[in-house]
């Protein structure tokens, strides 16, 4: 039985540095609650596709790349993407058997519960919001993993044939 080659980690350190443009991309202020959270997303996709070779070490640099793009607090975006690379790394086994609409459910669910960890840290630092906007990312990443997956899905078969 012919094993599947592993994806190169380059293919996979590009589409999440990729994706750290995407999220730092500059927007006007009205439109930064709608900006997709594009990290976590990439972050998901690879965790559940390639769990033996992006886990939490993956999370915590690019959450350290984060927060020196953005000048927050050091370490507040590495402990939110580490956390959500360990809740892929526990729910990996139901979710790769779930299909794209619960698997959309689930990418919600997990970057809601990494969002709200992200808002109480900017709470006990001082940036101190009283609203509910800052799930509407989770939101709309949910509605754009069904898209993701099937785009990468695509581009990966496309790759393997010589």
Request: with cysteine; net charge positive.
């Amino acid at each position: 039985m012919a094993r599947t080659p592993l994806i190169p980690l380059l293919a996979i350190w590009f589409s999440l540095l990729l994706a750290l443009c995407l999220q730092v991309m500059p927007l006007a202020d009205g439109w930064q609650v709608w900006r997709p959270d594009w990290l976590g997303l990439m972050l998901i996709y690879w965790c559940m596709r390639t769990p033996e070779q992006v886990g939490v070490f993956h999370g915590f640099v690019l959450g350290i790349l984060l927060d020196l793009i953005n000048g927050t607090a050091l370490g507040q975006n590495a402990l939110t993407l580490s956390l959500l690379a360990f809740l892929c790394a526990l729910v990996y086994p139901r979710f790769r058997a779930y299909s794209l609409l619960q698997q959309a459910a689930l990418v919600w669910v997990l970057l809601g519960i990494v969002q709200l960890v992200e808002q109480w840290l900017r709470t006990m630092i001082g940036d101190f919001s009283i609203h509910l906007a800052f799930l509407i990312p989770s939101l709309i990443s949910a509605a754009l993993w069904p898209w993701l997956a099937t785009m990468f899905k695509a581009l990966e078969q496309r790759l393997a044939r010589p």
